[in-house]
């Protein structure tokens, strides 16, 4: 191309300094980029519109030390045109990017409120804890709204574990679980709350409509014909249940307390009436 070395006096080192720094960092920079990023569209952006900005920055800094005759002004289109198409490429690589970013973003946080919903659902019966139920309750105290509470408790369930083993109590449990869902209206909510004990949340029923769900609930359980693996045999269960009207402004604990105390206190006087 009739270049021609520059003489050394004549050398800007500034600019050699400052050019070379820039070829020195975007080889810097492919490099991390191939160790960080995995393959795809994006990562093939980058690299393409790093190198020719290396290609540019080359060209720059080679002619730092060749001077040109002044007909090959088309050299500096080829100096010049690689690093506008490496920035063309990276912008949109970048704009990527930050698509790619913002789906993965949403995807954790859909994860995180996965896992925190999912932290609070009982691993045996696959209903929400007595701790999810303290918190709607408290949710409901704040609002005013009335509702019923119910707490159903399977009769004999210790002497069942007992003479069987727990992995059949664990089946009982989900499939007791299963019916009293099935036969929940869709606004209420049944949560275990202790053992064998379940409670349920009636929002805006007054104590006679709650009191038919849970006769059906009751029901629906003591014809479940449960065969437990030792035996093959089918297994019947009754259940007993307390109910409770809950009065505005009562807060979450107080709630649960009253009709766990009425279940204490019927299934007490079920036992003196059987002794």
Same mark, same amino acid.
């Given at each position: 191309?009739?270049?021609?070395?520059?003489?050394?006096?004549?050398? &800007?080192?500034? &600019?050699?300094?400052?050019?070379?720094? #820039?070829?020195?960092?975007?080889?810097?920079?492919?490099?991390?980029?191939?160790?960080?990023?995995?393959?795809?569209?994006?990562?093939?952006?980058? #690299?393409?519109?790093?190198?020719?900005?290396?290609?540019?920055?080359?060209?720059? %800094?080679?002619?730092?030390?060749?001077?040109?005759?002044? &007909?090959?002004?088309?050299?500096?289109?080829?100096?010049?045109?690689?690093?506008?198409?490496?920035?063309?490429?990276?912008?949109?690589?970048?704009?990527?990017?930050?698509?790619?970013?913002?789906?993965?973003?949403?995807?954790?946080?859909?994860?995180?409120?996965?896992?925190?919903?999912?932290?609070? #659902?009982?691993?045996?019966?696959?209903?929400?804890?007595? $701790?999810?139920?303290?918190?709607?309750?408290? %949710?409901?105290?704040?609002?005013?709204?009335?509702?019923?509470?119910?707490?159903?408790?399977?009769?004999?369930?210790?002497?069942?574990?007992?003479?069987?083993?727990?992995?059949?109590?664990?089946? %009982?449990?989900?499939?007791?679980?299963?019916?009293?869902?099935?036969?929940?209206?869709?606004? $209420?909510?049944? =949560?275990?709350?202790?053992?064998?004990?379940?409670?349920?949340?009636?929002?805006?029923?007054?104590?006679? &409509?709650?009191?038919?769900?849970?006769?059906?609930?009751?029901?629906?359980?003591?014809?479940?014909?449960?065969?437990?693996?030792?035996?093959?045999?089918?297994?019947?269960?009754?259940?007993?249940?307390?109910?409770?009207?809950?009065?505005?402004?009562?807060?979450?604990?107080?709630?649960?307390?009253?009709?766990?105390?009425?279940?204490?206190?019927?299934?007490?006087?079920?036992?003196?009436?059987? =002794?």
């Amino acid at each position: 191309m009739n270049g021609q070395l520059k003489a050394i006096e004549t050398l &800007d080192w500034l &600019d050699v300094v400052g050019e070379g720094g #820039i070829i020195l960092m975007t080889s810097v920079w492919i490099f991390f980029i191939f160790a960080s990023r995995p393959p795809g569209r994006v990562t093939t952006l980058l #690299i393409v519109g790093l190198c020719c900005f290396l290609i540019s920055g080359l060209l720059d %800094l080679l002619d730092e030390f060749v001077s040109y005759p002044n &007909d090959k002004f088309w050299l500096y289109w080829v100096e010049s045109l690689p690093a506008f198409f490496g920035m063309f490429l990276m912008t949109w690589a970048l704009y990527q990017w930050h698509q790619e970013q913002f789906k993965l973003n949403q995807q954790l946080c859909r994860r995180e409120a996965f896992y925190r919903e999912h932290s609070q #659902i009982d691993f045996v019966t696959q209903l929400y804890r007595a $701790d999810y139920m303290r918190t709607l309750l408290t %949710l409901n105290q704040s609002q005013n709204i009335p509702y019923s509470l119910a707490m159903l408790d399977i009769d004999n369930f210790a002497a069942f574990n007992r003479r069987y083993n727990t992995n059949d109590g664990d089946r %009982l449990l989900r499939e007791v679980a299963e019916i009293t869902v099935m036969n929940l209206r869709q606004n $209420d909510l049944a =949560c275990r709350y202790a053992g064998d004990r379940f409670i349920l949340f009636f929002p805006q029923t007054h104590l006679c &409509d709650a009191k038919l769900v849970v006769q059906q609930i009751t029901q629906a359980i003591s014809h479940l014909a449960f065969k437990p693996q030792k035996t093959g045999k089918a297994v019947y269960h009754d259940v007993s249940y307390a109910l409770a009207e809950i009065k505005q402004n009562t807060d979450a604990e107080n709630a649960i307390a009253q009709v766990n105390q009425k279940l204490e206190q019927q299934k007490m006087i079920r036992q003196a009436q059987a =002794c």
